[in-house]
């Protein structure tokens, strides 16, 4: 569900409305969404936000929230490469028991988190593995938040609380990994 809420500047609630879109579960154990659906569930929850009242010409700030964990995952065009693997995803299980058993204490010092099927690293091995196609076209990985902020800006972003999400961010020092990008074979600027 995507769901826009209007805020003063008091804090009072102004209104709020929201829009389904579609999971898809093509395999058991499979969860996506696809990117486009998020951007045009935000578009009519606007929309349907005005048309309880809400004058958008009067928004001053806007701020973004999301699943995080899930990488959305742009060609050289800035398109989505394809549908979104989502948190609840569980297709990247083996993926994970090579990393727990090459990378276990690497990676619990650097993103204070053991690898499991939520978190990006696993899935972006498992795409590796299994879409090496679509692995090759990856220009840019934004997460879902980021990607609304991209449509709406134009500007590639995010923030230290997703980026340690996703097992690539060497949460004490406050950056992308090294290490953990070359364990996966992105780069430092696809992110």
């Not at 297709?91 to 990006?120: G, N």
């Not at 230290?160 to 364990?183: H, P, Q, T």
Request: glycine share 6%; proline share 4%.
């Amino acid at each position: 569900v995507g769901k826009v809420s209007a805020i003063d500047g008091s804090g009072g609630m102004l209104g709020e409305a929201s829009v389904e879109y579609t999971t898809h579960y093509e395999h058991q154990g499979w969860s996506e969404q696809d990117p486009a659906d998020w951007y045009a569930a935000m578009c009519q929850a606007l929309r349907k936000l005005a048309g309880k009242g809400v004058d958008l010409k009067r928004v001053r700030a806007i701020s973004f929230d999301g699943s995080t964990h899930n990488a959305v995952l742009m060609d050289e065009n800035m398109q989505p490469v394809r549908r979104t693997i989502m948190w609840t995803d569980q297709r990247s299980v083996r993926e994970c028991a090579m990393l727990r058993e090459q990378y276990a204490d690497r990676i619990f010092k650097t993103a204070y988190q053991m690898p499991t099927p939520t978190w990006t690293l696993p899935q972006m091995m498992w795409l590796k593995n299994n879409e090496p196609e679509n692995f090759a076209r990856i220009k840019k990985i934004m997460l879902p938040k980021d990607y609304l902020a991209y449509r709406l800006t134009g500007v590639h972003c995010t923030d230290v609380s997703d980026a340690s999400g996703m097992l690539l961010f060497d949460v004490k020092n406050r950056c992308w990994s090294k290490e953990m990008l070359e364990i996966c074979g992105i780069t430092e600027e696809q992110l």
